[in-house]
């Protein structure tokens, strides 16, 4: 039961990935059918990242009270109550309400395997970076998808969306024994009263570490949520996506931790995807385009595993943890693709995206107040 369970999160993360991409991919489709400016089309990303945000803490406090099943089962079913209410509506502000239930469920889907995943395996960074690796999978596959199936309408693709979520829910619903998750490992403590303790306090929130880490991951989800949600409309108007790099590297950073330490990598990545992205801004030609927003993905890619990996000594202690690092880090992704989009409608695609760059220069700051730290 506890391999099915740890199976089903590698699932969760596969889909996550997919529905990363899914409101990106519709969203040339929705702003020609709904006649959305680009600051509308930022509030509708950031309206899905704000579910996100809502998720991490929903999630930690529905697995406390309600417990681990009921909590991913009811997230489940607000991904599909969206995806339907994306499909069906023609009123504009229920847009906003389909993508922020979209949002919830799967930032809670996502923040739950996570957090399932880092406790079955003790934390072990190569298998998370495995994790994030099948995320990756489902954000190739979801443009082909929506690219293959848009030639019909555009909201075919939400429909395989739902098939898959439908798949997860049921997958998680079979699982019977969910009390790997529910009893937390103290070391310091084999005393319930102990454990009970340390299953609601927020003492990490003290810990420096933690923060570093929060702050990295707010950085990197607003260049993350804003080039993927911006990505597909950004290279419309430049007249390719960076997945498929996502997922190699990711693959090359498993293998990297073997030899050079999270902190180094963290720091090599940072600023290399900062450069790389510069160069994309700057690219004109289709070849060095595509060149430069693979080199972006590649350079990303190891960076969230990275930082999940990091927090799991107080997110495998503290089951709040998590959904702090997930709101902190998701504040970012919703704010981020609105101001995107806000300064686009001023400066042009061009300026809107350059103001990631400078979320890009800040990360690489907190990457090497991390490495300073030492161990």
Request: charged share 10%.
């Amino acid at each position: 039961m506890r391999n099915k369970l740890f199976y089903t999160c590698f699932y969760a993360f596969f889909y996550g990935g997919v529905l990363m991409i899914t409101i990106g991919c519709t969203l040339p489709d929705m702003r020609a059918v709904y006649n959305l400016s680009d600051t509308l089309s930022g509030a509708l990303l950031s309206s899905y990242s704000f579910g996100n945000l809502a998720s991490g803490i929903i999630i930690g406090l529905a697995g406390l009270y309600l417990g681990q099943k009921k909590s991913i089962i009811l997230a489940l079913i607000s991904v599909l109550a969206g995806l339907l209410l994306l499909m069906t509506t023609h009123v504009k502000i229920l847009l906003f309400l389909a993508c922020a239930l979209i949002g919830v469920g799967r930032g809670s889907s996502i923040t739950f395997s996570q957090r399932g995943v880092s406790i079955l395996s003790g934390g072990n960074s190569r298998i998370i970076g495995m994790l994030h690796a099948f995320f990756a999978m489902g954000a190739i596959i979801a443009p082909l998808i929506f690219s293959v199936l848009r030639v019909i309408t555009w909201r075919a693709g939400l429909i395989v969306a739902m098939i898959l979520a439908l798949i997860e829910l049921i997958l998680f619903i079979s699982i019977k024994d969910y009390s790997a998750l529910e009893t937390l490992k103290d070391s310091d403590s084999d005393s319930d009263s102990k454990n009970n303790k340390s299953r609601k306090s927020i003492e990490f929130m003290k810990d420096s570490g933690f923060i570093i880490i929060c702050c990295s991951m707010f950085l990197y989800l607003c260049c993350e949520q804003s080039i993927s949600g911006w990505l597909v409309t950004y290279m419309n108007y430049k007249s390719m996506t960076m997945n498929f790099s996502l997922l190699i590297g990711r693959l090359f950073c498993v293998w990297l931790a073997k030899y050079i330490s999270n902190k180094k990598i963290l720091l090599i990545s940072s600023i290399s995807a900062a450069i790389f992205f510069a160069l994309m801004l700057k690219s004109e030609g289709e070849i060095f385009i595509a060149l430069s927003v693979a080199c972006v993905g590649f350079c990303m890619a190891g960076i969230s595993p990275i930082l999940y990996a990091s927090s799991a000594p107080y997110t495998n202690k503290y089951p709040l943890a998590l959904g702090m690092l997930f709101t902190i880090g998701c504040t970012g992704s919703t704010i981020m693709p609105f101001i995107t989009g806000f300064i686009a409608d001023f400066y042009g695609f061009d300026g809107g995206m350059s103001a990631i760059l400078v979320t890009f220069i800040l990360l690489i700051i907190f990457a090497v107040i991390n490495l300073m730290r030492g161990k």
